[in-house]
């Protein structure tokens, strides 16, 4: 009944959002080809320093032990009842009740379990999809004061794989191969989101 199976469904989750978006999204570099200005986003990087995606991500795991206090909580009533049930004499009215109340239980400990999941699920889905708005509206802004003409996003994947599937896939999804380290205006992206979520903090 543990939640650790909610952490599957929840990377595959975030790898989507991170990887299907191909456009603008994380490692700003920049550089200009005569009139022609770039820039590249490592939102891995951006997701990783983000200290509004750092908060809300303690508050998911926070309430996710919750949710996990809970049901052990609810699973050792069904064991104490279980072993208190087969100290009753079969076929008594007594353990009856209890065989009937345990049954109750197991049912609800099943049902709250996988309520918690759903809620765990749809709470990590909109809170990375409101931070992943929140990256490209950023990006957007740094292109439109910057005056960019294109913003690409740059992976920097872990190949070391040991499934060729595996390594086919991280090599297909990177999309910059090559860029000088001055054009990397990663740390402006994340510095400016949270220099506003700094301030949204103290407006509270």
């Known amino acids: 009944m543990k939640l650790l199976y909610v952490k599957m469904p ?77 100290l009753l004499d079969l076929g008594s009215e007594s353990r009856s009740k209890n065989e009937n109340l345990l049954e109750r239980k197991s049912v609800e400990l099943e049902g709250y379990a996988k309520f918690a999941e759903r809620q765990l699920l749809k709470k990590y889905k909109n809170f990375f999809e409101n931070i992943y708005e929140e990256v490209v509206q950023k990006v957007e802004d740094i292109g439109e004061q910057e005056d ?7 992976e920097e994947p872990n190949i070391k794989s040991g499934q060729i599937s595996d390594l086919q896939f991280k090599i297909g999804i990177r999309t910059v191969l090559y860029h000088s380290e001055s054009v990397d205006i990663t740390q402006s992206v994340v510095g400016n989101l ?8 103290e407006s509270k």
């Not at 603008?24 to 490592?42: P, Q, R």
């Not at 960019?148 to 740059?154: A, G, H, R, S």
């Not at 949270?194 to 903090?201: C, I, Q, T």
């Open 194 to 201: 949270n220099a506003l979520y700094s301030k949204e903090k």
């Open 10 to 86: 929840i990377m595959c989750l975030v790898f989507t959002l991170l990887t299907s978006f191909a456009y603008t999204n994380a490692n700003l570099a920049n550089t200009e080809a005569g009139d022609f200005k770039i820039g590249v986003v490592d939102i891995s990087s951006v997701f990783e320093k983000y200290q509004k995606r750092i908060d809300l991500d303690l508050e998911l795991k926070e309430e996710e032990k919750g949710f996990q206090d809970e049901i052990n909580k609810k699973r050792k009533e069904i064991i104490d009842l279980d072993e208190e049930t087969q």
């Open 148 to 154: 960019f003409d294109l913003i690409i996003k740059k």
